[in-house]
Nanobody, 123 residues
Framework: VQLQASGGGLVQAGGSLRLSCAASGRTFSNYVVAWFRQAPGREREFVTRIGRSGGGTFYAGSVKGRFTVTRDNAKNTVYLQMNSLEPEDTAKYYC?????????????????WGQGTLVTVSS
């Protein structure tokens, strides 16, 4: 499956952005999709994941209550709504997919990756 992330940009602290991850190539609903992010000089870290049918969401503690992940299998797209953004959220955001229903937060468990979209939050 091919993934394309979009929707990043520059936003002030406290603002919102919605990222999209569009998939093509295989049956999208077979895949669990996750979002990761990587800030300059830091390792890529797990943000959230969503199960094949839209349930099974799981969030990193740093974004819980501020970010919401959803998916529309008819449109082959996963969304990440990010509210109350903080400068610490500045990073390149990547979507990733795996054909495995188990909740996994490690980078190595995901087989397919998009190219990333940059989110910059100014203070």
């Amino acid at each position: 499956v091919q993934l394309q992330a979009s929707g990043g940009g520059l936003v002030q602290a406290g603002g919102s952005l919605r990222l999209s991850c569009a998939a093509s190539g295989r049956t999208f609903s077979n895949y669990v999709v996750a979002w990761f992010r990587q800030a300059p000089g830091r390792e890529r870290e797990f943000v959230t994941r969503i199960g094949r049918s839209g349930g099974g969401t799981f969030y990193a503690g740093s974004v819980k209550g501020r970010f919401t992940v959803t998916r529309d299998n008819a449109k082959n797209t996963v969304y990440l709504q990010m509210n109350s953004l903080e400068p610490e959220d500045t990073a390149k955001y990547y979507c990733a997919a795996v054909d495995d229903p188990i909740i996994r937060v490690g980078v190595n468990f995901y087989d397919y990756w998009g190219q990333g979209t940059l989110v910059t939050v100014s203070s």
